[in-house]
């Protein structure tokens, strides 16, 4: 157990609507992290935490991706408005010390 | 701009044998390496890592070598099972605490 939730496990939605990815870390990290899966470019980093602050976006695609971190147990990732090219599987990653621990993911299609 | 890269999508061993999974890495700056296993619909977990100041790292059946000045490292998993079917990533990064960059992974098959 990585000690990471994430919901929904899958989202499958029309073009142009909202969706918003959740993350639950246990308590005990100082960093969190959002990656992304696709096939062409792998796992890659959009953004990530430091104690709750954000600290790189510079992964984050364009605007239409934005992503919180109000407490230490919860963040968000939204994207607004999505849009077929965004479907991939998204991974959101604590860090206490030393490795990353993964969640099991967020499969999101986009029609 | 790939910066990690593991230029094997597959590999097939047979159970008992070595596999012998590699990486390449392109930048300089890169000082904490990791290996990840993953399993279909499950998140990457991790396995073992190794920081510069290192050239081996050892935990069971798993062992990590890092060549710096050849910007190489490899996983060595022996004696290799089924279980270990997977795909592999390898990481890498400036210092713990920072993003991982990540190649796109080896398929590993271990058959009976």
């Known amino acids: 157990d990585a000690g990471v939730i994430q919901s929904p496990r899958h989202e499958v939605t029309e073009m142009g609507q909202e969706v918003t990815l959740r993350c639950k870390p246990i308590?005990?990290?100082?960093?969190l992290f959002w990656y992304r899966q696709t096939m062409m470019r792998g796992l890659e980093l959009l953004i990530y935490?430091?104690?709750?602050?954000?600290?790189?976006d510079s992964g984050m695609p364009e605007d239409r991706f934005s992503a919180k971190m109000p407490n230490a147990s919860f963040s968000t990732l939204k994207i607004q408005p999505s849009e077929p090219r965004d479907s991939a599987v998204y991974f959101c990653?604590?860090?206490?010390?030393?490795?990353?621990?993964f969640g099991d993911g967020t499969r999101l299609s986009i029609l | 701009d790939q910066q990690v890269k593991q230029n094997s999508p597959s590999l097939s061993v047979q159970e008992g044998r070595i596999s012998i999974l590699n990486c390449d890495y392109t930048?300089?700056?890169?000082?904490?390496f990791l290996w990840y296993k993953k399993y279909p619909a499950e998140g990457p977990t991790f396995l073992i890592s190794?920081?510069?100041?290192?050239d081996k790292n050892e935990d069971g059946r798993f062992t990590v070598f890092l060549n710096k000045s050849a910007k190489h490292l490899s996983l060595h998993i022996v004696p290799s099972q089924p279980g270990d079917s997977a795909v592999y990533f390898c990481?890498?990064?400036?210092?713990?605490?920072?993003?991982?960059?990540f190649g796109k992974g080896t398929s590993l098959l271990v058959t009976p």
């Open positions: 935490f430091n104690n709750n602050v954000p600290i790189d």
């Open positions: 190794i920081s510069s100041i290192k």
């Open positions: 308590s005990g990290h100082n960093s």
């Open positions: 930048n300089s700056m890169f000082d904490y």
């Open positions: 990653a604590r860090q206490p010390v030393g490795a990353q621990h």
């Open positions: 990481a890498a990064t400036p210092s713990a605490g920072y993003a991982l960059n």
